[in-house]
């Protein structure tokens, strides 16, 4: 029947793994000025608020460079304790510390031949500032107990939603590390000022949820439609999603009305 099409058409759209869910002339300038630096080894910032989808623009950049066919690897700053950050840059020979029971290869090893995406890197402490700055200049590495450099070959392509140039004045950021990572920056705009990408990216995300929770397929109402575009979307993509998922699940009918978004009760608690 006609619902069966319309999912079957919804499942080999999503299938095809597009990696941008809407369009907009924002949206393609910026992917015009990342498909010219992916063609060289230029060290890209990708700069732009929380929850745009910066790792997703790096992997568009590895995916259109001449290392597509090697390693993608992302590591968040931000997310990893500060004593244990080294180690997984860098990697550590057995013995170097107690629980080094075995030699472990960091992610720049692992990224060899390909990109190492260093998200949230206005987070990295200032020690392993220098020791980031002294492997992108000599283009090798040394795992934390160890003395053999290992050359490495990567393409390094950084993220961050903080005022970089602020924390060089406050002594928080090396200012020759920043202009190393900062050859190619590239803003990304948030959502707010991409907005005819929402609904196309409210209705991938609606279902792929009604998918993955095994849910009626669901639509979302005129009313929706244009609340989700009058909406600024602080938290960006990310935000979105959570709404939509919120929405599917939640939802009685088998279509996504006005209150079913929550948007009224976000509004109230920012």
């Known amino acids: 029947d006609t619902r069966k099409i319309k999912v079957e058409r919804r499942k080999q759209g999503s299938d095809r793994r597009k990696k941008f869910y809407g369009s907009s ?4 300038k910026i992917k015009n000025t990342l498909q010219k630096a992916a063609k060289t080894d230029a060290s890209i910032m990708l700069l732009g608020e929380s929850g745009v989808g910066k790792e997703l623009f790096a992997r ?27 180690s997984e840059l860098f990697g550590y020979e057995k013995g170097a510390f107690t629980d080094a029971t075995a030699q472990k290869i960091g992610h720049f090893e ?3 031949k390909g990109t190492l995406f260093l998200d949230e890197i206005g987070e990295m402490p200032p020690a392993l500032q220098a020791k980031l700055l002294r492997v992108i200049q000599e283009r090798e590495i040394v795992r934390v107990g160890g003395t053999k450099p290992t050359r490495i070959d990567v393409r390094i392509v950084s993220a961050t939603n903080v005022n970089i140039t602020e924390k060089i004045k406050n002594k928080q950021f090396r200012e020759d590390l920043y202009y190393r990572l900062n050859t190619i ?14 609904l196309d990216i409210a209705t991938e995300y609606l279902y792929r949820t009604c998918r993955q929770y095994d849910l009626p397929y669901k639509q979302l109402s005129d009313g929706a ?13 990310r ?32």
Request: avoid cysteine; charge should be negative; glycine fraction near 6%.
């Open 25 to 28: 002339e924002k949206l393609e």
């Open 60 to 86: 568009y950049i590895h995916e259109a460079s001449p290392r597509y066919a090697g390693p993608f690897i992302a590591i968040n700053m931000a997310a990893i304790p500060e004593n244990l950050l080294e």
């Open 110 to 112: 692992s990224a060899h």
């Open 185 to 198: 920056p590239v803003k990304i705009a948030p959502l707010r000022e991409r907005k005819e990408e929402i």
């Open 225 to 237: 439609k244009e609340e989700l575009l009058a909406y600024d979307w602080p938290g960006n993509i």
């Open 239 to 270: 935000e979105l999603r959570s709404v939509i998922e919120r929405a599917a699940i939640l939802s009685d009918g088998e279509m996504i009305e006005t209150e079913d978004l929550g948007l009224d009760i976000r509004i109230g608690a920012l």
